[in-house]
Each structure stands twice: as structure tokens, then as C-alpha cells.
């Protein structure tokens, strides 16, 4: 079946501006994570969904971070007035309990990213 | 709050050689324990986990055992391949594996491996 994707794979701006970076879960998956990756930094979590619970927060850098999930499906993360130490690749994952196929109860599959470069 | 403190590399080894690479972590609690690895132009997948300790994952010629002794959890392979040239990155997740619980991942900076034939 088809894994997580994101979209735009890259996505270049100008400092200042905003941007918009989509996740698409694999169907059924209750649970969304991103995370971002940048040099110097390694991977770290940003914002995670659980079904309608409250998303807990407690990663994202300012408030210029937001992120949504609509329907319990697709999510976007939403950076407004970019700075260049955003530039960063975003990677969103997804998991749930009763995911096939998994090599453990708690697997998170991730997708392919978004490159986000800031002038 | 969680950590992981892995090599950071980069590891150069040639065909067939033996292969560790350190991981160690502090986390309140008993977390669960996971390599990701990242191929080439791939996204993250996971490679092997432990929820407990002493647990061993393995998978791929990959082991790493759960010692909460020493708090650690070092990747190991026997006989490298060219294929397995890749970022490997150590994990932790401070929820319980089982019971339908999903928790966020923290992760090591990654490691990484370039394997030369």
C-alpha cells in the first residue's frame, strides 16, 4: 500500500515569507508525528497528533510554527514569516496500533520530506 | 528531559569488517529503544527496536541489546556490505510500546556509514 507522503518535496523562499508543507498519512493511522532535520541539530520532534485528542505542542521552536489535521487525515505545517535558520528538511510520520506489517507495536513510518530552503 | 548520544562519524570501514556503533541515552522512566536508518536519497526506516531491558532486536545481520545498566543500546553488525552504506540514527520513545500508545521519537544525530568494496 502507499507509505506517507509529502508534498512539496522542495520548496524554496524568501525570508520573511510563509510557508505550507502537507503530509499524507498512510490510510487508517490514527497518530502523526513531524519532525524536522537540519545540520547541527540531528532530528527533532515538532508536533504530534493523536486521533481528536489535543496535539501535543511541546516541540515546536516559536509560535511561528502551527500545524493542523484535518478530518483526522492530512496535516500541514505551516511556517509564517520564514527565517533562514528554518531551512531545515520536514519529515512527517505516521503510526498506529493495529499498523501491518511493522516490526514493532509502536513503528512510526516516515515520509520522504520536504527540503525547505530560505533566502 | 530525553537524550540520546550517539557517534556522530562519519564511519569508513571496507567490505565484510565488523561494525559498532555507540549509542547511549538518559530518559525518566523505561523507554523503548530503536535504530532508524536512513539509504540514500531514502526516507527513515526502522531496523530493529528493544522495549526492555536485555531485550536484543535484530534484524538485517543488525543487533543491539538493551543495557540499562549502562544505558546504552550499540548497533552492531558482523560483516558489513557496500549496501549498507547509510545515516543510522539511535531513538528513544519514553511511552510504552505496547498497549496502542504512540509517543514522539528522540533521536541521536545520526552516524554516518560509508562501506568501500
Known amino acids: 500500500g502507499a507509505g506517507v507522503s509529502q508534498s512539496p518535496s522542495n520548496k524554496v523562499t524568501e525570508k520573511g515569507k510563509d510557508v505550507e508543507l502537507r503530509c499524507d498519512p498512510i490510510?487508517?493511522?490514527?497518530?502523526l508525528y513531524w519532525y524536522r532535520q537540519s545540520l547541527g541539530q540531528g532530528l527533532e520532534f515538532l508536533i504530534y497528533?493523536?486521533?481528536?485528542?489535543?496535539?501535543?505542542k511541546s516541540g515546536l521552536p516559536s509560535d511561528r510554527f502551527s500545524a493542523e489535521r484535518t478530518g483526522g487525515s492530512v496535516s500541514t505545517l505551516t511556517i509564517q514569516r520564514t527565517q533562514q535558520e528554518d531551512s531545515a528538511v520536514y519529515l512527517c510520520a505516521s503510526s498506529s496500533p493495529a499498523a501491518a506489517g511493522g516490526l514493532s507495536y509502536n513503528e512510526q513510518f516516515f515520509g520522504p520530506g520536504t527540503r525547505l530552503t530560505v533566502l | 528531559g530525553d537524550s540520546v548520544t550517539q557517534m556522530e562519524g562519519p564511519v569508513t570501514l571496507s567490505e565484510e569488517a565488523f561494525l559498532t556503533i555507540n549509542c547511549t541515552y538518559t530518559?525518566?522512566?523505561?523507554?523503548?529503544l530503536f535504530w532508524y536508518v536512513q539509504y540514500p536519497g531514502e526516507g527513515l526506516q526502522l531496523l530493529l527496536k528493544?522495549?526492555?531491558?536485555?531485550d536484543k532486536g535484530s534484524n538485517k545481520g543488525f543487533e543491539a541489546t538493551y543495557r540499562k545498566e549502562t544505558t546504552s543500546f550499540h548497533l552492531e553488525k558482523g560483516s558489513v556490505q557496500v549496501s549498507d552504506s547509510a545515516v543510522y540514527f539511535c531513538?528513544?520513545?519514553?511511552?510504552?510500546?505496547?498497549?496502542?500508545?504512540?509517543?514522539?521519537?528522540?533521536f541521536g544525530k545520526g552516524t554516518l556509514l560509508t562501506v568501500n568494496p
Open positions: 490510510s487508517g493511522h490514527t497518530a
Open positions: 497528533f493523536q486521533g481528536n485528542s489535543a496535539p501535543d
Open positions: 528493544a522495549t526492555k531491558a536485555d
Open positions: 530518559a525518566t522512566g523505561y523507554p523503548s
Open positions: 531513538a528513544l520513545s519514553d511511552g510504552p510500546a505496547l498497549g496502542g500508545s504512540n509517543y514522539k521519537l528522540t
